[in-house]
């Protein structure tokens, strides 16, 4: 039983930023890759950020240089510090985790979201 919690969502103008959370929670043993993804109304949901355990991390070409993953392994928290937002980064943004839980399955888990409504 693991649960991941999304907050940190909200209304922005564009240009602004915003720092997305990520908290999993429950019978965790180790928790590996984590990342971010985002599906906007009638689009594909597309993979934003990930990053694995040691810190290395990737992006979709549409948010380098713009957007940052980070972790805090102590925390089971990953991180989306999002900066210079455009409207097109509008959309539902979820985390998952690929993690053992402690009863020693392994499984990928997603939250159930936070909205990022970008406008003027």
């Known amino acids: 039983q693991v649960q991941l919690m999304e907050s940190g969502g909200g209304l922005v103008q564009p240009g602004g930023s915003l720092r997305l959370s990520c908290a999993a929670s429950?019978?965790?043993?180790?928790?590996?890759?984590m990342g971010w993804y985002r599906q906007a109304p009638g689009k594909l949901r597309e993979l934003v950020a990930a990053?694995?355990?040691?810190?290395?991390?990737n992006y979709a070409d549409s948010v380098k240089d713009r957007f940052t993953i980070s972790r805090d392994n102590a925390k089971n928290t990953v991180y989306l510090q999002m900066n210079s937002l455009k409207p097109e980064d509008t959309a539902v943004y979820s985390c998952n985790a690929d993690l053992r839980s402690m009863d020693w399955a392994r499984a990928t888990y997603w939250g159930q979201g936070t909205q990022v409504t970008v406008s003027s």
């Open positions: 990053i694995t355990a040691g810190g290395r991390a």
């Open positions: 429950g019978n965790i043993f180790t928790i590996y890759d």
